[in-house]
C-alpha cells in the first residue's frame, strides 16, 4: 500500500525528536514518543496525581496539551526542514473520563497544506479493564518559513 | 446595573473554591483565583519554564487547560447546589504566543441552560511591554446532577 | 464483522427519512439521502448556481448545513423512538472550494451518549476530476426526550 | 473614543458590498448588509419557510451561512486591497432556536493578522417578543495575496 504522505527531506523524524525534546511541559507530563511516520504521530504518558481535575482523572487541559503536541508534530512532520510549525486553533470532544494507568494519543495529518494543514488526533486510556477512547481533537496548524 | 446572572444559591463561591483546590494540576500551574462573581471568574498563573513548548512559551495545551477550568468553573457557579459540572467540548484560538511573566484567564457564561452552558474565555500575558491577548476560548458545560 | 453500533428499534430508517423530508431546507438545496445505517448516513446534492459564494464554489454555510444535517441524522438513527435530536454545537475545517457538479456528505456516529452524541461528516466533491475532500465537521448532538 | 481597527484604504466598504452582492446564496437567503465597519459587519435576513429544519425553525446551516459571511466580511474589511479572503474554519454554538421574523448577524474581528484573522459573530432573532440570541460564531480566516 502506498504511505498516505511523502516527507518532504529523509531526516523528518529527528527534526520532530528535537522539537519534542525542547518541550520542557513533555517532561512535566511524562510524555514519550512511541512512533513517528510521514503525517503521524503516538505520544504516551502515565497516569499522575499532580495533573488531575476535582474528581482525581486527568485534566481536559493535560489531555488537550499531548493532543495539541500530537495534532503539531503530525503536521511537522511534513514541513519543509527550515519550517516552524504554529497552533493556530484546535477544538476537543470529551467522550469519556480521562479514567487509567496510562495514555496514548495518536495524531495524523488530514490535510498537508503549502501553509495550512489539518490534523486530527485521538487519546486512548489504558487500563486492567482495556481500552477506551477519552477524547478526540481536531488541529489547525501553520508553516512558518525561516529562511 | 442588574447583574447578567443570578446565582441559586448563596454560598456559590464557596462550592467553585472548594472544586478548585480539588484540582490538583492547578497546583502544578500553580494557578489561583483572582475574583468570582456569579456566572464569572479570574484565575491567574505565573510563567514556569516547566510548562513550555519548544520556543520557551507556555504550552498550548496549559492555556488550555486553565481556560477550560475558567470556562467550567463560570458555569459551575451559576448551577444547583448538588451538580457537579462536565466539559463537553471547547474549542481554543490561539492569538499570540504565551510570552510574559504572568498570565490571567477570564470565564465568562455566555447562556446558562438547564443541562447545557455555553461559556467563553480570555487569556491574556502580562510582562513589562503591558497585557497582550493570548488566546480565546469558547467551552460547552454539561450540569450533572448528583441527587 | 459486528456492526459497531445496534440501533435502538427497528424501524430507525422511516424516522430519519421522515425527519428529513420535513426539512424544507433539504428541498431548497436539492439534497436527497442515499444510504441510511445505524449511526449513519449519506446525503447528496448538486451543483446549483443560486447557492454559491463569490467565486462561483458552493458557499462554506452550504456546506455546513448539508454536514450538519449529517451528523445530526447520524446521531438520530440511533436515538430511542420518542426522541428528537437537537445541534449542540460544530465545527466545520475547510479543505478546498466546494467547486464539482455534485456533493455527498458522509456522517457517522463517533459516540453515543444517553444525553450527548458526537458526530463526525465529511463532503466530498465530485466532477470530471474524480472526487476531491471538502470539509470535515464534528458535531455535538443532545437527545432530547418527548415522553 | 479611538476605533478600535484601521482599514487600509479608503474604500474599503465598496469593496465588501461588492463581493456580497456575488454571493448568490445571499440572494436565495434575502440577506442584506444593513452597516458595515472597519472590522464589523450587520447582515439581516427575513424568515423563510423555504430554509427551515424539520421544526418550522431556521435550519443551523442557515444560521452558519450568514455568520461565516459575517465573519468573514468584518475580517476581509481590514485586509489590503488586492487581497481575497478564505475562510480557514468555524465554530459555532446554537443557543436557542432560530425562531422569529427576521434575524441580524454581527460579526466582528477579534485579531486582524497578516495571513490569519479570527472573527467572531452572533446572530439575534426578532419578533413581537422581542430580541433573543440564537447562535454564536469564531472562525478563523485567510488572506489570500491577488498580486
Redesign the interface.
Known sequence: MKPKFEPKYQDYQAKVKK??A????M??IGASIKAIGAGEIEIEFPYQ??????NGFI????V??????ACGYAAFSLMPEDASV???????????PAKGDRFRGYGKV??AGR??S?AEAELYAFSDQGRK?VA?M?G?L?AINND
Open positions: 522539537s519534542f525542547d518541550q520542557a511541559v517532561k512535566t496525581s499532580s495533573l488531575t481535575q476535582q485534566h481536559a487541559g493535560i488537550s496539551t499531548v493532543l495539541d503536541s504554529l497552533t493556530i486553533e484546535f477544538k476537543i470532544n470529551l467522550l469519556s488530514k490535510k501553509t495550512i489539518v477512547l478526540t481536531v489547525t501553520m
